[in-house]
C-alpha cells in the first residue's frame, strides 16, 4: 500500500489542522492505521491509531482530548482532527499502516510539516 499524508501547514496556537492520508492500492489487509509525528531533535512518536476494520482508536497522552483520528474505508482514508494545537505540537507528521500478520507499522507516507506559532 501507498500512502500520501496530506494537510499540514502553519497554524497559531489554539487552532485547528486536519490532516489527510490517502491509502492506494490493496489496504485489505491493513489491520491499523496510524499518525506518528517527529519533532526537530526529537524521536518519532506515536500519536494516534485506528483499527481499520473496527475503528478502534487509542491515543497519546499528550493529545488525547484534542485529536481524533477518523478512517472512510470506501475512501481509503485516515484523517487526524487537530484541535487546541500547541507550539509543541509542531513536528512532522507521518501516516502509517500496519497490515495483519506484523507486529509494526511498516508502511509509511512521506510526512506533512505542522508548524504552530506562538
Known amino acids: 500500500v501507498q500512502l500520501q499524508a496530506s494537510g499540514g501547514g502553519l497554524v497559531q496556537a489554539g487552532g485547528s489542522l486536519r490532516l489527510s492520508c490517502a491509502a492506494s492500492g490493496r489496504t485489505d489487509r491493513t489491520l491499523a492505521m496510524g499518525w506518528f509525528r517527529q519533532a526537530p531533535g526529537k524521536e518519532r512518536e506515536l500519536v494516534a491509531t485506528?483499527?481499520?476494520?473496527?475503528?478502534?482508536?487509542s491515543y497519546a497522552d499528550v493529545v488525547t482530548g484534542r485529536f481524533a483520528i477518523s478512517r472512510d474505508i470506501a475512501k481509503k482514508t485516515v484523517d487526524l482532527q487537530m484541535n487546541s494545537l500547541y507550539v509543541e505540537d509542531t513536528a512532522v507528521y507521518y501516516c502509517?499502516?500496519?497490515?495483519?500478520?506484523?507486529?509494526?507499522?511498516?508502511?509509511w507516507g512521506q510526512g506533512t510539516l505542522v508548524t504552530v506559532s506562538s
Open positions: 485506528i483499527t481499520w476494520s473496527g475503528g478502534y482508536t
Open positions: 502509517a499502516q500496519r497490515a495483519y500478520g506484523r507486529s509494526r507499522f511498516e508502511s
